[in-house]
């Protein structure tokens, strides 16, 4: 099977664009150069380093056809958060045409603007900037070009559907299509605005999916869906661990039985047009490696974090810790851990490569198509240029699609077989090559005053990162230092396979501390959880969001532990407010924890899409339930002792509570994002919960029943 013929150079589909067309808009010419500041200065927010610019140019982001439809061309990826919904949505809105009329191009590096990769809500925080300004800008070149064809000044005109009208002159109207149909109009218009969200009416409505119906009949394709005549499926001679280093290699075997063997450095690979016989052919090579040897386990792995940790940052320092702990009449301390915890997407990272004429095409499951083309044109000694990356839907990534050695496998494969190559992860190879969200430490210090306020508040991080590590409660004294990261800076030896950013990366980590300690210093205090927040709130939204979310769940001062119980926990990310309240029950004889009911109160400030945002607070609530309860990596040294799902365990349907979400939209606010959020509290509230439930504090994640049933004893 082909790719889809709407991102295929060469194919007659309405919405094909060649590199040419997104240069000069050839048949249409339409050209309008708008501004990016905005935009622009959001991705310096991110600290992401120096990196090629976004486009400035109109093409790059849309097309008008003579028949009326509009093409937008998107460097962001589409793995199930709806970004070609919403793209679509703020398009149609801006233009002023139909929805049902705007066609997603979805990133094909011949025909999109770059983009640095889809990851941290940026699809709606930067991205949807600059296709709004795009689609403003549009709009208003048209209404000249109108003007100037009806001889009606620009503000008797209006537009809809895709049509100028004159509002006074009847039978006077011009569709955009006719407009630029056989034109070429350089115009440049600047410091157009675009509407205001309140005036975006698509963008505030629950519409049909772009890729809802494909999802839903079976025809949308993923990278392992793609077919080539003459292709051959890969698989990989891999390491028992990381770190291993390959002594040798017997092939005659898989070779006598018909395997087309490619051996490249430590690349060995066998191939054949079945994936089935790929799979058994590779059991027939003989292998040897030479595999260090580590006693550091999931059990021992925090005392080697600490042993291996660098000397710490100061994130930051406020007032003084000293003269707080004066104030104090306690000082309590505590730590908190978390295990490594996998991404586990159910489509595992695939790819297919075609090299013909010194040039590759990869369809790839992947994050960063435009950072990745760079890897492959290094690794194949090519130009950028003679690299395309397309990317068809993907299968979930939180972050773990970054990452794309898989891709960069399949052009090399392809190269040196002559042939198109795919390589597709099975579960044991998605979870070896996964970069897991570290394991990690948070130390706390706090002090206590005797009416119930915090005095101090120090806290070292080890390993996670310092991501929304510093609270947003109101203290005068306070001080934030860290070692290591999800992204780098750890110490030599700290960790013995790859992390990286998982799902709000560094975020679940310290939320899940500080709203732990919150809780414990709540009930040293003999105060109401949900009032002693407030006490140390004076940020007006997270207010508004922790009163909304308790209101709603019908919060009531807890009574003593009796198996039932109900917590909360604060949480922000990406410029987005989260309070999430939680009832639960625990069999106290098996330690097993139920979740019955959790209701999220979020501020993202405005909410496009807002179905889209709530299925994606569902979503990050559900994907919590993972971290806080059942997911943490086995391991010992590089060696990964998870291989599937039967020792993985993945948030069942079966236990999945009532999802109660709430959108709090804060008006003059721009939108934030809405994927990551609401997963940063569900280790904090389930650990609150189950305390209120048992008076049993579990501090480590993920609270497994085994960790509930030691915490039950201690109690």
């Not at 460097?75 to 066609?103: F, N, P, R, W």
């Not at 104090?328 to 090299?355: D, G, K, M, R």
């Not at 599937?644 to 069942?652: A, E, S």
């Amino acid at each position: 099977m082909k790719p889809n013929p709407a991102i295929e150079p060469g194919s007659n589909a309405a919405s094909e664009i060649s590199r040419r067309d997104v240069l000069t808009l050839a048949g249409t010419g339409l050209v309008v150069l708008f501004s990016t500041e905005e935009a622009q200065a959001r991705t310096q927010d991110e600290k992401i380093p120096e990196r090629p610019t976004f486009p400035t140019d109109f093409n790059a982001y849309l097309r008008i056809a003579p028949n009326g439809r509009v093409t937008g061309l998107a460097g962001k990826i589409e793995m199930g958060q709806g970004s070609k919904t919403v793209l679509a949505q703020l398009i149609a809105d801006e233009l002023d045409v139909d929805y049902g009329v705007v066609d997603m191009v979805m990133v094909d590096t011949a025909v999109c603007p770059w983009d640095m990769g889809t990851f941290g809500s940026l699809n709606v925080r930067q991205y949807s900037l600059l296709v709004r300004a795009a689609a403003a800008e549009a709009r208003a070149v048209l209404l000249q070009m109108a003007s100037e064809k009806l001889g009606v000044p620009v503000n008797e005109l209006t537009v809809r559907s895709g049509v100028i009208s004159a509002k006074t002159a009847a039978g006077k109207h011009v569709s955009y299509g006719q407009l630029v149909d056989g034109k070429k109009i350089e115009r440049h218009l600047a410091k157009v605005p675009v509407k205001a969200y309140p005036a975006l009416g698509l963008s505030k409505q629950h519409l049909e999916r772009k890729d809802a119906v494909a999802k839903v009949n079976g025809s949308a394709e993923y990278s392992a869906d793609i077919k080539l005549p003459g292709m051959l499926y890969a698989r990989i001679l891999r390491p028992p661990a990381h770190g291993a280093k390959l002594k040798s290699a017997n092939t005659e075997a898989a070779e006598k039985a018909g395997a087309r063997v490619i051996r490249d450095g430590d690349l060995v690979a066998v191939l054949h047009p079945r994936p089935d016989v790929a799979d058994h052919l590779l059991s027939l090579v003989k292998a040897e490696f030479d595999t260090p040897k580590s006693d550091v386990d999931e059990k021992s792995i925090f005392a080697h974090l600490e042993k291996t940790a660098l000397p710490p940052t100061v994130v930051k320092q406020q007032g003084s810790i000293p003269e707080g702990e004066k104030q104090a009449a306690s000082v309590v301390e505590q730590t908190y851990l978390n295990a490594y915890v996998a991404h586990a997407p159910i489509e595992t990272h695939s790819a297919l490569a075609s090299f013909e004429n010194g040039r590759v095409t990869v369809w790839a499951s992947t994050q960063t198509p435009f950072p990745l083309r760079e890897e492959i044109a290094a690794a194949l000694k090519l130009p950028q240029s003679s690299v395309r990356v397309i990317v068809p839907y993907v299968g979930g990534a939180f972050g773990g699609k970054a990452p794309s050695s898989q891709a960069i496998e399949a052009a090399r494969l392809s190269k040196l077989a002559g042939k198109p190559v795919q390589v597709v992860f099975d579960r044991a190879e998605e979870f070896f090559y996964d970069f897991f969200r570290p394991a990690a430490i948070v130390k706390l210090r706090t002090g206590l005053t005797a009416d119930g306020k915090i005095s101090s508040w120090d806290c070292q991080l080890i390993a996670g990162g310092d991501r929304e590590a510093l609270p947003f409660y109101a203290f005068s004294n306070q001080r934030t230092v860290s070692t290591g990261s999800w992204g780098g800076g750890n110490g030599k030896g700290m960790h013995f396979f790859g992390v990286g950013a998982w799902r709000a990366p560094s975020v679940n980590t310290n939320t899940f501390a500080r709203e732990s300690h919150m809780d414990i210093l709540a009930a040293k205090a003999g105060v109401d959880p949900v009032e002693f927040r407030l006490r140390h709130l004076t940020n007006v939204r997270m207010r508004l969001c922790l009163e909304t979310a308790a209101k709603r769940f019908g919060w009531k001062r807890g009574k003593a532990p009796a198996g039932h119980g109900q917590g909360v926990a604060l949480g922000m990310d990406v410029n987005t407010y989260c309070a999430t309240v939680a009832e639960v029950s625990v069999d106290k004889a098996t330690g097993t924890v139920k979740v019955h009911r959790m209701v999220v109160a979020m501020d993202p400030g405005v909410a496009v899409n807002p179905d889209g945002a709530l299925q994606q607070m569902e979503g990050a609530t559900t994907m919590g339930l993972g971290y806080a309860l059942t997911e943490g990596l086995r391991f010992q040294g590089g060696q990964i002792h998870d291989h599937n799902f039967d020792t993985y365990v993945l948030p069942r349907f079966s236990g999945v509570p009532k999802i109660e979400c709430i959108l709090i939209e804060t008006p003059g606010a721009t939108a934030e994002g809405c994927a990551e959020p609401p997963v940063v509290t569900v280790g904090a509230v389930l650990a609150n919960a189950i305390f209120d439930a048992t008076g049993a504090r579990i501090l480590e994640l993920p609270m497994t029943p085994e960790r509930v049933k030691a915490a039950l004893a201690r109690v």
